[in-house]
């Protein structure tokens, strides 16, 4: 009668737990679109909101600046880390000794924990000064954000392109090797191929935090709300204007309408990764 | 004409544990060897060893020399890729790439630079012919090889290895994972590749081995026990073990 009883509590409680990670969930995005109903259901509110023009006190919401910073930081992050993480995968999965791979591996894994305020605060050091004295300007821009967000970005790709190469089963190299093809013919006709929609989906997990990477970013892109003109020009992200205006609106204002339509298109852009994530599911 | 390969005190070792011992043995141009023997005796090992794929096993180290015609494949003017294209091979466990039936078939030959569709597509039909398979796959060619039956999918291993034209098949339990039917259809093409190529097959299968095979050959704890004649060594083996092996006595 007892063990019933605390079986019947152990899954009641299993379902309570669970179910208020949903109803968090549930929360937090109702939460935030309340919130930005205001800006969203005015009159011409998606031209006023995709406007260039962030103006508190003329009563100007646009987000497109934060926008173009959040798409442009990342996306050259992304250019910049993929092709050295991919090496870095292929050296740790395939061409460092058996007996070091394992070791490569973890410290890979490692260096993945490292804080992001870490990186930014290197990137505040190295990367600024660099950009200043090669591009001019004051350093702080969406280069030196770019740079410091692919060598934050560079140790988790590269730990999860990783783990999609050794993902290939292993009869798939003996097989290529057996026809007589090179250990670089099996990387790039068989390893990369079969591995890819790991690959992809390490991509879209590199997307995910890149966008959503905020200290590293705020530390070094100078915090300017007018429309980048260039890499070299500072700017924002939607992540880190958030962070800065934070304190600034009280609930109830317009600006806290706005940035709370600023964390609805950020949700909105992890919904759509997850998505595409989806389809390329595994074995599909 | 089918060469033989022929090893001379072939050893080899995975770091220090001895897996083979001063294995001399022949395979004759044209002939089917069968290599019989419990688990873990080291006949994989040796079939791994007559395409140098044994070098790709971490800590793997091999002494002793291995003769594919006149020539000792372990010599150091010896392209690896070269001597793959001449002894081709077939796994366990059926193993297609996770690509077309075509590009399956079509992989060796791509890697030596074929790119001419035509003369692709006329290697692939000859291929999937020799290996039995064509009239069943006829006009699937872009179906996903994953499709297939484990049967057909191991025919088609055999075709994606014959495409490149190999001179020594080596067939490491080609049937292990097969209903019987298939395991049939594996064994009446073994026995019509048989002069064309030499076969080296591992199989644990004794009915297989008297069925298809010249020569077979027992292997015991990483050495060569006897070799012969498969009907000599079914009918009249010479060592005692091989006797208690084939008659279900022996428990090494």
Redesign the interface.
């Known amino acids: 009668m007892r063990e019933r009883w605390r079986e019947m509590m152990m899954t009641r409680l299993t379902w309570a737990l669970s179910g208020a990670f949903v109803i968090m969930g549930l929360g937090l995005m109702a939460s935030v679109l309340v919130g930005s109903w205001p800006i969203l259901m005015a009159p011409h509110s998606l031209g006023r909101l995709l406007s260039p023009l962030w103006d508190p006190l003329q009563g100007q919401w646009g987000i497109l600046p934060f926008i173009v910073g959040s798409s442009v930081v990342t996306l050259l992050a992304l250019c910049l880390a993929v092709p050295f993480a991919l090496a870095s995968a292929i050296s740790v999965s395939r061409m460092l000794?058996?007996?070091v791979r394992p070791h490569a591996t973890r410290v890979l894994a490692a260096l993945t924990a490292i804080p992001s305020v870490v990186f930014g605060w290197w990137g505040l050091q190295m990367v600024v000064p660099v950009v200043r004295n090669l591009g001019g300007g004051s350093g702080f821009s969406l280069l030196a954000a770019a740079i410091v967000l692919a060598v934050m970005l560079w140790p988790t790709l590269s730990f999860l392109f990783a783990e999609a190469l050794q993902s290939v089963?292993p009869?798939?190299v003996?097989?290529?090797?057996?026809?007589?093809?090179?250990p670089d013919?099996t990387l790039v006709?068989?390893l990369i191929?079969?591995a890819m929609p790991q690959l992809i989906n390490a991509f879209l997990v590199a997307v995910a935090r890149g966008l959503g990477e905020t200290m590293a970013v705020q530390m070094v892109i100078g915090g300017q709300v007018a429309m980048p003109q260039g890499l070299l020009s500072p700017g924002a992200t939607l992540t880190t204007q958030l962070l800065t205006d934070a304190a600034l609106y009280p609930p109830g204002t317009r600006g806290h309408a706005a940035l709370d339509v600023m964390a609805l298109a950020l949700v909105a852009a992890m919904a759509i990764l997850v998505r595409i994530s989806a389809r390329w599911r595994v074995g599909t | 004409m089918a060469p033989n390969i022929r090893t001379e005190s072939l050893t080899v070792s995975y770091r220090r544990t001895v897996v083979l011992r001063q294995i001399s043995l022949e395979a004759v141009g044209g002939e089917v060897l069968a290599l019989i023997g419990p688990s873990g005796c080291g006949k994989s090992t040796f079939l791994r060893a007559l395409?140098r794929?044994v070098e790709?096993t971490?800590?793997a180290h091999v002494t002793g020399r291995v003769f594919l015609g006149e020539m000792n494949i372990y010599s150091s003017a010896v392209d690896?890729?070269?001597?793959?294209?001449r002894v081709?091979?077939v796994?366990q466990?059926p193993?297609p790439?996770?690509?077309s039936i075509f590009d399956n078939v079509a992989?060796?030959p791509r890697?030596?630079g074929v790119s001419d569709a035509a003369e692709l597509r006329r290697i692939v039909e000859r291929s999937l012919q020799e290996a039995a398979l064509w009239d069943e796959v006829r006009g699937k060619l872009r179906r996903p090889a994953l499709t297939l039956s484990g049967g057909q999918q191991q025919r088609l291993?055999i075709a994606?290895?014959l495409a490149?034209r190999p001179e020594v098949l080596l067939l490491d339990e080609p049937t292990a994972a097969l209903d019987p039917v298939s395991t049939e259809k594996i064994e009446e093409l073994v026995s019509n590749l048989r002069g064309r190529y030499t076969i080296v097959m591992v199989t644990h299968n004794l009915r297989q081995a008297a069925r298809v095979s010249d020569r077979t050959a027992f292997f015991d704890d990483g050495s060569l026990v006897e070799v012969g004649l498969t009907r000599q060594i079914f009918t009249a083996p010479r060592d005692p073990r091989t006797e208690q092996y084939l008659t279900g006595r022996y428990f090494p």
């Open positions: 000794p058996p007996v089963s009869s798939y003996d097989a290529s090797l057996a026809l007589g093809a090179t013919q006709r068989i191929p079969c | 395409n794929l790709e971490p800590g690896v890729t070269e001597l793959r294209r081709g091979m796994f466990a193993n790439f996770p690509f992989y060796g890697l030596r291993c994606r290895a490149v």
